[in-house]
């Protein structure tokens, strides 16, 4: 399972109230992601990391904020959560294939399913 | 613009028959790609792979997939199915070029009904 830890595994929130997903990896990848999966629409990148510190945006970042202040975890917090952002949300880290740059094969956690009502 | 297409939302197979999966994609150049896999309630699992190569690629569970450049296809089979099969199948595609490194674009989906 690549050592990926998603917590909390459900939750519901209200309208309005912040909140935060946390992704724990236990084997010092270098690189983790925040997807989201609605129906129709299959998985889209919210952020990525590529290192401490080091983040970017995805396809489908507004109304999200990301923070790694370590190698093991990546939060995903929802400043102010609106019922659009009902949804499954995964995390993800990827692997080098064989040594290869640029190869990579991306591992995915259990997800966290959360409502806003 | 760059897009994954899978064009079976719902597929209905019985148990024993042959199964294949489509995924089209559209990328200025032809990009890596992969096939996964979730149960209900699960996350997502790797079944295969092409980075370059064998176009023929042979993945876990007894799954394969033929990548077409000509068509710019990239479908899932199974010659015999199992009920255990029973799944959302996914194809990914990944841009090869630095800036598109880990930026997987997803297709929506394919499930997979087995029937006894």
């Known amino acids: 399972d690549a050592g990926i830890t998603q917590s909390p595994r459900h939750k519901v929130t209200e309208t309005g109230t912040p909140v935060t997903l946390r992704c724990h990896q236990t084997e010092n990848h270098r690189y983790m992601y925040w997807y989201r999966q609605d129906p129709g629409h299959g998985l889209r990148l919210i952020h990525y990391?590529?290192?401490?510190?080091?983040?970017d945006k995805g396809e489908v970042s507004d109304g999200y904020s990301v923070s790694r202040s370590k190698t093991e975890d990546f939060l995903l917090t929802l400043e102010s959560a609106t019922s659009s952002q009902t949804s499954v949300y995964f995390c993800?880290?990827?692997?080098?294939?064989?040594?290869?740059?640029?190869?990579?094969?991306?591992?995915f956690g259990a997800g966290t399913r959360l409502s806003v009502l | 613009a760059q897009s994954v297409t899978q064009p079976d939302i719902h597929i209905t197979v019985s148990e024993g028959a042959s199964l294949e999966l489509r995924c089209n994609y559209s990328?200025?150049?032809?990009?890596?790609l992969f096939w996964y896999v979730q149960s209900p309630g699960q996350g997502l699992q790797l079944l295969l792979k092409y980075f370059s190569g064998d176009t023929l690629v042979q993945g876990i569970k007894g799954f394969e997939a033929e990548f077409k450049r000509s068509q710019s296809s990239f479908n899932l089979r199974k010659p015999s199915v199992h009920w255990s099969d029973a799944a959302e199948y996914f194809c990914?595609?990944?841009?090869?070029?630095?800036?598109?490194?880990?930026?997987?674009?997803f297709g929506a989906g394919t499930q997979v009904v087995v029937t006894p």
């Open positions: 993800a880290i990827s692997e080098t294939y064989q040594g290869t740059k640029g190869q990579n094969i991306q591992y």
């Open positions: 990328y200025g150049a032809t990009p890596y």
């Open positions: 990914a595609v990944e841009g090869t070029t630095t800036d598109s490194w880990g930026k997987l674009q």
């Open positions: 990391s590529y290192g401490v510190k080091d983040t």
